[in-house]
Antibody, heavy 120, light 110 residues
Framework: QVQLQESGPGLVKPSQTLSLTCTVS??????????WSWIRQPAGKGLEWIGR???????DYNPSLKSRVTMTIATSKNQFSLRLNSVTAADTAIYFC????????????WGPGMLVTVSS | QSALTQPASVSGSPGQSITISCTGT?????????VSWYQQHPGKAPKLMIF???KRPSGVSNRFSGSKSGNTASLTISGLQADDEAEYYC??????????FGGGTTLTVL
């Protein structure tokens, strides 16, 4: 069974860069036809897809966040990462990492989520 | 504003059936059979309940079923149980290698 776990700073100052890592266990990150994805959820609000990264390093991002987002993958560590720059209070949210089935676009395994607060 | 429109809330009594709609456009729901549904209990991560419009992952009760007509997808839950009370989200492939979510629907079991 695949398991995912988010990690990183829970507090980021405005205008700085949010950096999170997702560690995957239970299966090599390179196995199967899967992308690795980030999703966020502001308190009391809905889900927002941030983007995805493939094992080759290829990425696709939500157009509304594309200018500020970078996703990378470290296959030797079974990890993938998110960087979101120039953050504001509007970026305060629970950030989830998840496995995305290639072509069929469903998220079958999720991490528990991590609250990131943007505040000075 | 979410790309997919869901009712804010639905409710039903134990044993009854309810349906949650998810309305998109011909650039997402209407053009692809890649609609998924997720259940989220408070403080928890979303859980995949339906994928590719009608398919259920292993371990998900057959009380959950999905369908689609035109630009609207639907999730039906039959034989409502107390534990079904949760937030439900739909998602769809939206072209250009992107994914969009609905705004979420709160299901209350009366």
């Amino acid at each position: 069974q695949v398991q995912l776990q988010e990690s990183g700073p829970g507090l980021v100052k405005p205008s700085q860069t949010l950096s999170l890592t997702c560690t995957v266990s239970g299966d090599p990150i390179t196995s199967g036809n899967y992308y690795w994805s980030w999703i966020r959820q502001p308190a009391g609000k809905g889900l927002e897809w941030i983007g995805r990264v493939y094992t080759t390093g290829n990425t696709d991002y939500n157009p509304s966040l594309k200018s500020r987002v970078t996703m990378t993958i470290a296959t030797s560590k079974n990890q993938f990462s998110l960087r979101l720059n120039s953050v504001t209070a509007a970026d305060t949210a629970i950030y989830f990492c998840a496995r995305l089935k290639s072509y069929y676009y469903y998220l079958d395994f999720w991490g528990p989520g991590m609250l990131v607060t943007v505040s000075s | 504003q979410s790309a997919l429109t869901q009712p804010a809330s639905v409710s039903g009594s134990p044993g009854q059936s309810i349906t949650i709609s998810c309305t998109g456009t011909n650039t997402n729901v209407g053009s692809y059979n890649f609609v998924s549904w997720y259940q989220q209990h408070p403080g928890k991560a979303p859980k995949l309940m339906i994928f590719e419009v009608i398919k259920r992952p292993s371990g998900v009760s057959n009380r959950f079923s999905g369908s689609k007509s035109g630009n609207t997808a639907s999730l039906t839950i039959s034989g409502l149980q107390a534990d079904d009370e949760a937030e439900y989200y739909c998602s769809s492939y939206a072209g250009g290698s992107t994914l969009v979510f609905g705004g979420g629907t709160t299901l209350t079991v009366l």
